[in-house]
């Protein structure tokens, strides 16, 4: 099966302007993950989606930080205004149904390497 | 909230060598754990994962772990390294809820160097 698609693989912005990066989950995926993974650091949950529903953005900047999930398949995640700090690798990821991942399985895709200049 | 703690941020074996990178957990009750891979400029790939069926748990690519109460830990190993092992290894612990849904909490992360 197709794995987690992300676009694009790197961008490279001036710090103040917008950004938005693209996920197209694995089929038939109810839930969808964006993480936030920092050189050097682990990644971090910023947002998670059931079906086109939020369940959980409780560590999303949304000053800043923006997503959605339409008809419960894509997601974009948008940055406005981007700051040096916001640099990092964007992670999208997907897992079937809403169980819990220890009787499935979260997909992750390449990642979008964002530098803010 | 539940988190794991991964000791070393760097660790170096020799090709042929035991690979033991360490994960201890967080939680006030028997958590769900995981071990992923990331390969450079990859995405994270499931390496195993503890789901209280047995403490022992085999993963892909010939690594184990094992889940030990007394010590709140699940370090990963591996018996003989290879070069291909060379990668950033991290432990995530499952958080959430029915309500909330599931997610990983992720530790920051250990660079595997394998030198021939």
């Known amino acids: 099966e197709a794995g987690v698609a992300q676009s694009p693989r790197y961008k490279i912005i001036e710090k103040r302007q917008s950004v938005a990066f693209w996920c197209n989950p694995i089929s038939g995926h109810a839930t969808l993950y964006w993480y936030q993974q920092i050189l050097g650091q682990g990644p971090k949950l910023l947002i998670q989606?059931?079906?086109?529903?939020?369940?959980?953005d409780s560590q999303l900047p949304k000053d800043r930080f923006s997503a959605e999930r339409l008809k419960g398949v894509d997601s974009t995640l948008k940055i406005q205004p981007a700051k040096l700090e916001d640099s990092a690798v964007y992670l999208c990821?997907?897992?079937?149904?809403?169980?819990?991942?220890?009787?499935?399985?979260?997909?992750f895709g390449q990642g979008t390497r964002l530098t803010v200049v | 909230a539940q988190s794991v703690t991964q000791l070393g941020s760097h660790v170096s074996v020799s090709e042929g060598a035991l690979v033991l990178l360490r994960c201890n957990y967080s939680?006030?009750?028997?958590?769900?754990l995981f071990w992923y891979v990331q390969y450079p400029n990859q995405g994270l790939q499931l390496l195993l994962k503890y789901t209280s069926a047995a403490t022992l748990v085999k993963g892909i690519n010939g690594f184990e772990a094992e889940f030990k109460k007394s010590e709140t830990s699940f370090h990963l190993t591996k018996p003989s390294a290879h070069m291909s092992d060379a990668a950033e290894y991290f432990c995530a612990v499952e958080v959430g809820d029915s309500n909330s849904g599931y997610a990983l909490n992720f530790g920051k992360g250990t660079s595997l160097l394998v030198t021939p």
């Open positions: 990821a997907s897992s079937s149904g809403t169980a819990r991942l220890s009787n499935t399985e979260a997909f």
């Open positions: 989606f059931q079906n086109n529903g939020v369940v959980d």
């Open positions: 939680s006030s009750v028997p958590p769900y």
